[in-house]
């Protein structure tokens, strides 16, 4: 059976660092594409960037780019998304997600359960 | 990149049926057949629907179909049934960033 499974809820203070994780099982890791998605309170999904587990090769969203890192580790099938300096505005629930297709990235058919992430002072 | 256009409520009967419309660009929607439709219960991880425009995944209910005309795609969903209201997002291949771009979402009502 396929998984995903994330880490869990984080609060943190504006101007902290974190790192959210992804740990993929029943599939194998480094053959698909891991995206992260961001759900704003109320708010629709938003694709941040995806990374192929099996290079590390990533790609990033215009919007989030040079805002987040996307990374992985193959020897533990983790993937992970960090930020160096948090704000409020990126209090969300991030989803992991693994794409179906390899060649064409789009749609994911896995989705892991959510971390939810609180920035507040 | 802009968000694909969803319209932001629909609403139906139970046993009707409802279309939920999907608008990009010709550098999204229209220019690709890579676009999927998730359902997301409040509280709940997305649920893929519909993938490269019409294609159902095992265990999803032939109630949900769905095309694309130009730049435009559609999910249709027949005999509405309470457990169909949610949220619904279309999301295309954009070659702004070579994956994914999500619609704004739309709200399902079943009255």
């Known amino acids: 059976e396929v998984q995903l499974v994330q880490s869990g809820a984080e609060v943190k203070k504006p101007g902290e660092s974190l790192k959210i994780s992804c740990k993929g099982s029943g599939y194998t890791f480094t053959s698909h594409w891991i995206g992260w998605v961001r759900q704003m309170p109320g708010k629709g999904l938003e694709w941040m960037g995806i990374?192929?587990?099996?290079?590390?090769?990533?790609r990033y969203s215009p919007s989030f780019q040079g805002l987040v890192t996307i990374s992985v580790d193959k020897s533990i099938s983790t993937a992970y998304l960090q930020w160096s300096s948090l704000k409020a505005s990126d209090t969300a629930m991030y989803y992991c997600a693994r794409h179906g297709d390899v060649v064409v990235p789009e749609w994911v058919d896995y989705w892991g359960q959510g971390t939810l992430v609180t920035v507040s002072s | 990149q802009s968000a694909l256009t969803q319209p932001a409520s629909v609403s139906g009967s139970p046993g009707q049926s409802i279309t939920i419309s999907c608008i990009g660009t010709s550098s999204d929607v229209g220019g690709y057949n890579y676009v999927s439709w998730y359902q997301q219960h409040p509280g709940k991880a997305p649920k893929l629907m519909i993938y490269?425009?019409?294609k159902r995944p095992s265990g999803v209910s032939n109630r949900f179909s769905a095309s694309k005309s130009g730049k435009t795609a559609s999910l249709t969903i027949s005999g509405l049934q309470a457990e169909d209201e949610a949220d619904y997002y279309c999301?295309?291949?954009?070659?702004?960033?070579?994956?994914?771009?999500f619609g704004g979402g739309t709200k399902l009502t079943v009255l």
């Open positions: 490269d425009v019409s």
């Open positions: 999301s295309s291949y954009t070659d702004t960033t070579t994956f994914g771009v």
């Open positions: 990374i192929y587990a099996g290079d590390s090769g990533t």
